[in-house]
């Protein structure tokens, strides 16, 4: 027994999540009190002086009311990996932490069940650096229990990527594509390892042709909606829907191009495909058809009777 102790737990689950783009929070749930929020990312390219508008819908999932306290902060890339650090505020002149602005306070109480559209505004200021700038707004909710002592906290946030033209690269290199060496049937997966060379956030376009042993187009895989941080490195994923039956030998060529439709990187690989299962299973029913064949001209005579 510890009557005499006041235990606080605190639980704080932050998702990161890389998706259909780089990095998103999705929803994050913990035992009484959890957030949802939409989107998870803001991309957008702003010139010095500029700004944009948008709304980030928070929504409170938990099983009654929570306090919620927001706050803003810069995060940077760690060179050669997925991997980002929360830095309060970045190092240079100017920071995506002062540009952004809520028309929310920093901390309210969020009702169980209640939705809130919080319109956000972000102005570059005509100092701004070119290349690439990027930030997180956090939401916060916590529950106090009747005693005071805190119970359960969630985190979740929205990843800010803003490009200021400028003198600003935008470039990067396919490092390894690979997929399977022998399949079966579809889908066919693949995976690009790309390394974002330039001075900003990169969301590597293209397609993956595939061609049969004769050398036909038979499918087209996009590639699209994965950033990638400056020096960062990460591995993309991309597959072929393939239908019907597949056989013989393949070629997968993807082609990578920047923003602007120039092409960075072309790599190609073989791939092999024999549907062993579909084979196996027609040699059974035939080993099965022979011996049944078989059985009944041994055990079961036919006699036809005639007056």
């Known amino acids: ?168 690269l935008q470039s990067g290199n396919v490092l390894d594509f690979s997929g399977p060496f022998f399949v079966q049937k579809g889908p066919v ?14 969301e590597p376009k293209g397609t993956i042709t595939i061609t049969n042993i004769f050398g036909k187009e038979v499918g087209v895989v996009e590639v699209a909606g994965q950033a990638v941080l400056p020096t960062g490195v990460r591995d993309l994923a991309a597959a072929w829907n393939a239908e019907g039956l597949l056989i013989g030998r393949y070629v997968a060529e993807i082609n990578i191009v920047d923003g602007e439709g120039r092409e960075l990187t072309a790599n190609r690989i073989a791939f092999y495909a024999f549907p062993i299962l579909y084979v196996i299973a027609f040699l059974i029913t035939i080993i099965v058809l022979f011996f049944g064949i078989k059985f009944i001209r041994k055990n079961i005579k036919i006699s036809i009777w005639r007056k």
């Open 189 to 202: 997966e693949f995976t690009i390892k790309f390394e974002n060379t330039g001075t900003v956030h990169f």
């Open 1 to 168: 027994m510890k009557d005499s102790l006041i235990t606080i737990r605190v639980v704080i689950l932050f998702t990161v999540l890389f998706s259909v783009a780089l990095v998103g929070v999705d929803a994050v749930y913990a035992d009484s009190t959890g957030l949802t929020i939409q989107p998870v990312k803001i991309s957008k390219t702003i010139g010095p002086g500029e700004s944009i508008s948008g709304e980030i819908i928070l929504k409170n999932e938990s099983e009654g009311a929570a306090s919620v306290e927001v706050t803003v902060e810069d995060f940077v890339p760690a060179a050669g990996s997925t991997n980002i650090q929360f830095v309060g505020r970045a190092e240079g002149v100017t920071t995506v932490r002062d540009w952004i602005t809520l028309d929310a306070p920093d901390s309210f109480v969020f009702g169980k069940g209640q939705s809130r559209n919080i319109t956000y505004t972000i102005r570059a200021p005509s100092h701004a650096e070119p290349g690439g700038h990027f930030g997180v707004v956090f939401f916060k909710a916590s529950d106090a229990n009747e005693q005071g002592q805190l119970k359960v906290g969630t985190r979740v946030g929205v990843l800010v990527f803003i490009t200021v033209p400028g003198n600003q």
